[in-house]
């Protein structure tokens, strides 16, 4: 299984873009990108997940360049209720997920 | 939609004890997961079912730690006896085979 790197601690101020980049150099063919946060005290949630180039929903965007070996999350407009631990998986679709130690983001007011 | 269920949400028990976590996964899934959590860590994977299967319980310390999902829905995992050092969040999750999975609120244990 791909292993991610990803940095241990980011801050931002509210209503800015945070952009969180995952290095993953030995993603296999088939696997797919998975995001995750994570609030104190609650399970990890799921945020987004892709192949390659773009995708889009009503939370985040993660953007995927054409050799697969990064990918970033980018939130818009951040919140304090942003702040928690963003999680960068690689594997197969619905197959097992191994996790780093995550990001810690900070939104400070 | 009910998402993952578990219970106990905390215990605390004396090192030696028994301890179980029951979880109900959502309804439809087919694939459960148990995950440990350490503070400050991410989730490790302990054991995968797919149905009543375990496919994957290569991560499960075997010698004190049990798991069962007898009809293929509802899982139990127990720790017998319980040491110091397994105190930690205990996740359940699950997924329809091949879709994204989803994790409960996880039951957070303390041994004294």
């Known amino acids: 299984l791909a292993k991610t790197t990803q940095p241990i601690s980011m801050d931002s101020y509210e209503g800015q873009e945070v952009n969180i980049t995952c290095s993953h150099n030995n993603i296999a063919t088939n696997d797919y990108i998975t995001w995750y946060q994570q609030f104190p005290s609650q399970g990890p949630r799921f945020i987004i997940q892709?192949?390659?180039t773009k995708v889009t929903n009503e939370v985040a965007s993660l953007f995927i360049p054409a050799d697969r070996k990064s990918s970033t999350l980018s939130l818009p407009r951040v919140s304090l209720s942003d702040t928690a631990v963003y999680y960068c998986l690689v594997g197969l679709q619905g197959g097992k997920l191994i996790f780093g130690q995550g990001t810690e983001l900070s939104v400070k007011p | 939609e009910a998402g993952v269920v578990q219970s106990p949400r905390y215990k605390i028990i004396e090192k030696k004890q028994p301890v179980a976590f029951w979880c109900n996964p959502i309804?439809?899934?087919?694939?459960l997961y148990w995950y440990l959590q350490n503070l400050g860590q991410g989730p490790e994977l302990l054991i995968r079912?797919?149905?009543?299967?375990?496919?994957?319980d290569s991560q499960l310390p075997k010698d004190r730690f049990s798991a069962e999902r007898l009809k293929g829905v509802d899982s139990t995992l127990k720790i017998q006896p319980a040491e110091l050092g397994d105190s930690a969040v205990y996740l359940c999750a699950s997924s329809l085979k091949g879709n994204t999975i989803y994790f409960g609120e996880g039951s957070w244990l303390t041994v004294v």
């Open positions: 309804s439809g899934h087919n694939t």
């Open positions: 892709g192949y390659k």
């Open positions: 079912y797919e149905n009543e299967e375990a496919v994957d």
